[in-house]
Each structure stands twice: as structure tokens, then as C-alpha cells.
């Protein structure tokens, strides 16, 4: 008898989803801040394989949690001796992603601020050289098109031509639960005719605790690169979610055990 088709399957979550997740999470006393450090060392170790020691690594971060995540990242990358410069466009705008930046400068970190008057070619610049580039600006929760700095960061990325762009759980500027992108033709305008997706595009990305529905759902996939799941430390708990992942493994074995 076949069991439940579905058991031997991943959970797709959308952003909705993943927050409802994690609210459930910081009610039943896990800390949040604690939490953001096993997701960053999780991305951490999916990332130093892709490294080299002599490379120079830029981690651009947004205000956000995501944003947090990263500044955690860059406190990692120089603790092990990496070097590491963080670009930071805007405050931190949650308590824990202050706190992350706040331990990374306190070590003697670099540090690079970044505001809405911040021209694209001083971005440039500051990306110059990079052989790595994460991308902590925008997490699956971001909708719309980016606009001002943060499309101008998103092009300065895409235009780098760094070895490694590492996007931490979905490329900046793609909807987390459609995998839509906004679009800047060659004048900038968006939605122009031949029009690109402005957003970041990754050669890695690692998304946190479950698949999320824009990575896969996305008519951009090119934009991921290589995408991986990082498994964090959420408690226990049963998850609805609509959308499920069948891999080739999964059909290969019939899904499920069959008694």
C-alpha cells in the first residue's frame, strides 16, 4: 500500500508562509538574534568552499533582516581572514541587524555607507575587484521593482564581473513567492522594450529553512544560478504549505516507501 503521496516531498513555502513559520519560532522562545546567527553560519558554510584565500570578498547589504544575515557573514569572513569589505545601503532597520553590524565594526571591520545620493559610478568603485559579492540587500519579502540606490546597487553587481555573486535566500529584486522581477531597459525606464530583469544575478543561492515558492516558480531561473537549501535550527512543526518539491530521486523511488 502506497503511503501519503506527498511525505518523502520538500514544503514550498511563500514569504507569508515562512514568516508564519518563524513568528511561531520567536513565540515559543527561540531568539531571534540567535536564530540569524545559525542561518548566517549555514550560509557561511555553503559559501567558504566557493572561495579562495587571496580573494577579495564584497558583501552588500540592505537594511532588513537580510541585510543582518549578511553583516553576520562579513564578521565570519574576517574572522577567518578573508578580505572582507561591507557595503552598507542605508541604517539597519531591525534590532538584530544592528546588533550584527554593531559586532562586525567592533572587530575592525570595514565598513562602506551607502545612501540614496550615492552615485552609481562610486558604487562601481567600491565593488571594483571583488571576486566574491553576496548579496544580503532584499530578502523574499521584497515586491515591486527596485528603485534609486538599490537599482543602482543591483546593476553595479551585475556588471562587476565577480567570479562568485552569493545570494542569500533569493536574488535581490525577485518576488519570493512569484519569482517576478522588475525590468530596466537600456534608459533605465522601467518596463521598456528589451528590458532586462533588475535583479541581481546570482551564480549561487542558498535559501533558509525551506524551499521558497518564487525560486521556483520564477520564468527567470538563469537569475539563481546554483540553488541550494540551507537547513537552520526552527523547531518542530507541522507545515501547510500548497506547494511541494518532487525531485527526480523522489519519482525515482515511487515518493514514498510502498508496504
Known sequence: MLT??????????TPRDMRTREQA???????????MEDAARALYARLKPLIRPADRVAVVCGPGNNGGDGAAIARLLLLDGFDVR????????????????SYYTALGGRVTALTD???????????????????????????????????????CINRSGARVVFAVDIP????????????????????????????????????????KAGLLLTPTPALTGQLSLAKIALPPAPVVAPLRLITAEDLRYGMCDVK
Open 172 to 211: 535581490s529584486g525577485m518576488n519570493g513567492a512569484t519569482g517576478a522581477t522588475g525590468a530596466t531597459g537600456a534608459t533605465g525606464a522601467a518596463g521598456a522594450a528589451g528590458a532586462e530583469p533588475l535583479c541581481v544575478r546570482a551564480t549561487h543561492t542558498v535559501t533558509l529553512g525551506h524551499w
Open 86 to 101: 561591507l557595503l552598507v545601503a542605508g541604517a539597519p532597520a531591525t534590532d538584530d541587524a544592528r546588533t550584527m553590524l
Open 117 to 155: 545620493a550615492t552615485a552609481e559610478p562610486a558604487i562601481a568603485s567600491a565593488l571594483d575587484g571583488a571576486d566574491c559579492i553576496v548579496d544580503a540587500i532584499f530578502g523574499t519579502g521584497f515586491r515591486g521593482a527596485p528603485e534609486g540606490l538599490y537599482a543602482a546597487l543591483i546593476r
Open 4 to 13: 501519503d503521496p506527498f511525505a518523502c516531498t520538500e514544503a514550498v513555502l
Open 25 to 35: 519560532a520567536f513565540a515559543s522562545g527561540v531568539s531571534s538574534l540567535l536564530l
